[in-house]
């Protein structure tokens, strides 16, 4: 037959450790509201830390880099310790700097400038280039 004590006893004991247990403090995980703008500006640090970090990868910037006595990988790691705000200021400075599209810009630039000193210097008589401007009639 079942003794009454030995179960009341087993049930007691299973009841404290249950308790104890429950009592302890536990590291639960915790859900919160994350908001769109919260989820938006992770999303574009990462984009910015990205971009800077392939910035830095690219070939020529580490000549530059090198030639500033900077050692590339170094510099590489220091980019992956910047805060997002410090992220964010570099690749909108990154936006600022001038494209390869630039060189276009002066080489045509430069060769109207020098087609009109020539054609000023035609019409003023001091060169004869351009057959088509008569600096004076004859």
Avoid: C, H, W
Wanted: aromatic content about 4%; charged content about 25%.
């Amino acid at each position: 037959m079942i003794n009454l004590g030995q179960s009341i006893r087993t049930i007691a004991m299973a009841m404290a450790v249950v308790m104890l247990a429950t009592s302890l403090p536990m590291n639960f995980a915790r859900a919160a509201i994350v908001t769109t703008d919260e989820v938006v500006a992770a999303q574009a640090a990462d984009e910015d830390r990205a971009r800077v970090i392939q910035f830095v990868a690219r070939e020529d910037v580490r000549r530059q880099i090198e030639a500033l006595g900077i050692d590339p990988d170094e510099a590489a790691r220091r980019t992956d310790s910047l805060s997002d705000e410090e992220i964010q200021q570099i690749a909108g400075r990154l936006d600022e700097l001038p494209a390869g599209q630039d060189v276009i810009v002066v080489v045509l630039a430069a060769g109207l400038a020098l087609f009109l000193l020539l054609v000023v210097t035609d019409l003023l008589g001091y060169t004869d280039v351009f057959p088509f401007i008569d600096a004076q009639t004859k």
